[in-house]
């Protein structure tokens, strides 16, 4: 364009062009002119427009950036409580390894002494066998006694013969030794070892329940030893091996525990089946069952201690010389009596009263007194003691938490609770 404007006016300068081509050339000079100046206003309408695009792609940046910091922040949020939760998972693990670790010596040095039991057991066995023999040989002899009673003693002597290896110290022991093995090569974590233990256990609970003692009071008569070392310990009750928390220590040791609370890890606002066959762990909470309480007071013989401590550090028992609960038929019906103590006697409202939860309904109120008080209890109308009830963190009030009404502030909640029962002296 530019070309042709200097072309024009050197064409007249020379006046080698007449006047008439100079107008039209000027004219198309015209033309072009107003086709850029339209194209300029274009170009300067679409430039305002991409600005404002522009504009509207930058604030939406700046958002979509403060969005993704917000997210960030949110995700080292929770890495940072994943970790913090990952290591209280690590550190509870090794606590219960180590404890573990406590109760296998327990156990290694509890089984070399029933080792040395049973091969006296055996050792007698075999003797009576040798003498039942002689007897035999004797009378076939003699020929004093007809072949009746020579089939009864050898019959009597089978059975000893079943009894010994039965009895097999190498069988038992052989459990054990697969036992440490599996401890000592455990896999990805305590609870799948605690599992195989537990099956191997299980798998032996037919000749444990033959050899291991009935209580805590019959361990200690066993084995003296024994005295002053608290824990738990397993024992046969009609036929069934349970693991129980034994008190080795308090007034001469020989204690069985019935009821254990020292922390919140544990729910005890369970069903009627619940507390009939026990749950929790011995080593912490535990409700040993009512159908256990039952097969170990059914002759009448225990004695019951209640031991407390509150919040503050404070502790009391309570004492009953006469302690029992009748079968599942009468609904495990409390007898309680004889009491002693510094923690008053807040069981004797109970006496005669039979056992409720929140599914089974057997006290004398108008209410569930289990449902309204969200625990398990020998309930009247309703309680004056209530040591299954909810957990609390710390020395609230109130009737629905584990309370000892003469003691304390009447309905101050309790830390820690222990219920055991021992054969009477």
Not at 98 to 117: G, H, I, W, Y
């Amino acid at each position: 364009m530019v070309q042709k404007i200097q072309s024009l006016v050197m064409d007249a300068i020379d006046n080698k062009k007449d006047g008439q081509v100079i107008r039209e050339k000027l004219s198309e000079v015209t033309k072009e002119l107003q086709d850029l100046e339209t194209k300029n206003q274009i170009m300067e309408e679409e430039n305002i427009k991409l600005k404002e695009e522009l504009k509207v792609m930058y604030g939406t940046l700046n958002n979509n950036r403060n969005f993704t910091k917000e997210e960030i922040k949110y995700l080292d949020q929770m890495i940072e409580n994943k970790t913090l939760a990952l290591q209280n998972q690590n550190h509870k693990l090794a606590l219960k390894n180590a404890d573990f670790e406590k109760q296998l010596d327990m156990l290694n040095k509890t089984t070399k002494k029933m080792e040395s039991d049973l091969r006296k057991d055996i050792q007698t066995l075999k003797m009576k066998d040798q003498r039942t023999m002689e007897k035999i040989k004797a009378l076939n002899e003699s020929q004093i006694v007809s072949d009746p009673q020579i089939k009864v003693f050898k019959y009597q002597m089978n059975e000893m013969n079943v009894t010994l290896q039965k009895c097999s110290v190498n069988s038992l022991f052989e459990r054990v030794k697969k036992t440490e093995y599996e401890l000592e090569n455990f896999p990805v974590s305590v609870n799948d070892t605690l599992h195989t233990v537990c099956r191997d256990l299980n798998e032996s609970d037919w000749i444990l329940s033959k050899v291991l003692s009935k209580d805590c009071w019959d361990i200690l008569q066993k084995y003296p030893s024994l005295m002053g070392r608290n824990g738990v310990y397993r024992i046969s009750i009609a036929s069934e091996v349970k693991a129980v928390y034994c008190d080795m220590s308090t007034d001469g040791g020989g204690w069985t525990a019935i009821q254990r609370r020292k922390d919140n890890s544990t729910d005890f606002y369970r069903t009627w089946r619940d507390y009939k066959q026990g749950f929790g762990d011995p080593s912490k909470n535990y409700w040993i069952g009512n159908d256990a309480i039952y097969e170990l007071t059914k002759n009448k013989d225990q004695e019951l201690r209640v031991e407390l401590q509150s919040f503050d550090g404070a502790e009391a028992y309570a004492h009953y010389s006469t302690f029992y609960v009748g079968d599942k038929y009468n609904k495990y019906v409390l007898t309680v009596s004889g009491y002693s103590g510094t923690a008053g006697d807040s069981l004797a409202y109970h006496n005669g009263k039979k056992f409720s939860t929140k599914d089974q309904d057997n006290d004398r109120d108008k209410r569930n007194c289990a449902a309204t008080y969200h625990g398990a209890w020998w309930y009247k109308e309703c309680h004056y003691s209530h040591l299954n009830g909810q957990y609390a963190q710390s020395a609230v009030t109130g009737d629905k938490y584990p309370v000892w009404y003469y003691w304390k502030n009447k309905s101050e909640v309790l830390q820690k609770t222990l219920m055991m029962i021992r054969h009477k002296n």
